[in-house]
Each structure stands twice: as C-alpha cells, then as structure tokens.
C-alpha cells in the first residue's frame, strides 16, 4: 500500500514518523537548498524518477533545484517555475525530481530533477541537474534510464551542454545529431 492509500489516520502516523526520522538528521547548510525530503509521497518501486504532475509541493521542489542549475551554469533565470509560465513556448513542460541513491530513508531525498518539454510532437530534455555529492554514483544514469523508459531513446537534448554532460552522452553513446537546438532545425 502507498501512503496516498493510506487512511487520513495512517498518513498522519506516517507522516509523524518520517518528520521524527528527519529531525535527527544533521542539518547542513545547503541541505536545506540542495536535498529535499519529499515526505508526503512514497519512493518510486522502479528508478530513481520522481514526476511532479500537478503535485505543487513537488513542482515547488523542481523549481528548487532548477535554481540550483541557474546559478551553476549562471544563467539568468531558473529554466523550471512551479506554476506555469506563459514564457515557455512548448506545448507542456515536465518536471522530474530524482531520489538520492546515497541518503538512505523511509521517503524519497530529492537531490537532482530535469525539465522535459514537448514542441512541434518532439521530446525535449531542456536542463539535468544532479546534487554534486551524487555525482558520479550513478544517479545521473539510472535517471537517463528512466526518461529513455518514458520518453523513448530519441529525445532531443536542449543546448548548452556542459562539458560534464557531454562527457556523460558520450560514454553512453548518445547520438550527438540529438544534441542541436530547437532554432537550428537539425
């Protein structure tokens, strides 16, 4: 049974002990910025991705960790916004939080999300950030199993790359024809 099945009493019960087990974790500075409980929802059973849906407590964690990509790449504004933006010119936009492969817990851990659109019937991956203490631990490719399980192998990946992620489509061989951007028309 998933805590959404739960009775409002049990969830509650639930709820209690995930906040308990959270209290005696020690607080860090950017643990608060960078890592993010999710306590209201159960962790994925396949993978490590997280869809926001219409759940705003989970798009507010999206929108979170997109800043978290702004300021590394310094860009000028967040590439995700909980509530949607008339901004974005694709016809939907997605958000997806990725659960921590290294904290251990009763409930997921957000330490990574990603934005996916659609424009024209075409998948996009606009923007991937993953917590640098996952990095290299395997999250980023359990998470890229997941959008390939979602989306199919041939979504297209938005531009810029950082030199990191071109390193990560290499190794698993991603078609470079799939790295140009939307206006280049290839």
């Known amino acids: 049974m998933t805590i ?3 009775s409002p009493d ?3 019960a639930v709820l209690a002990e995930r906040q308990a087990e959270l209290a005696g974790w020690p607080r860090l500075p950017k643990w608060k910025i960078e890592a993010l409980p999710l306590l209201h929802i159960d962790k994925p059973r396949f993978g490590v991705t997280i869809p926001s849906g219409d759940d705003m407590e989970l798009r507010q964690a999206v929108e979170v960790l997109g800043r978290c990509f702004q300021r590394e790449m310094r860009f000028d504004f967040p590439p995700f916004t909980a509530k949607p933006s008339p901004h ?7 958000g997806f939080l990725f659960n921590s492969k290294k904290l251990l817990a009763t409930f ?5 999300a990603a934005g996916m659109s659609v424009q024209g019937g075409e998948s996009w991956l606009d923007w991937i950030w993953i917590h640098p203490f996952e990095r290299g631990r395997g999250l980023i490719d359990a998470a890229w ?5 979602t989306y199919g192998s041939e979504f297209r990946i938005q531009q810029p790359i950082s030199p990191a992620m071109k390193g990560f489509l290499r190794r698993r061989e991603v078609d470079p024809k799939r790295w140009t951007t939307r206006d280049s028309g290839g």
């Not at 199993?145 to 399980?149: A, F, I, P, V, Y």
């Open 10 to 12: 049990d969830y509650l």
């Open 108 to 112: 997921p851990v957000a330490t990574g």
């Open 88 to 94: 974005h010119v694709a016809e939907s936009v997605e």
């Open 4 to 6: 959404e099945g739960l």
């Open 145 to 149: 199993d997941d959008l390939e399980r």
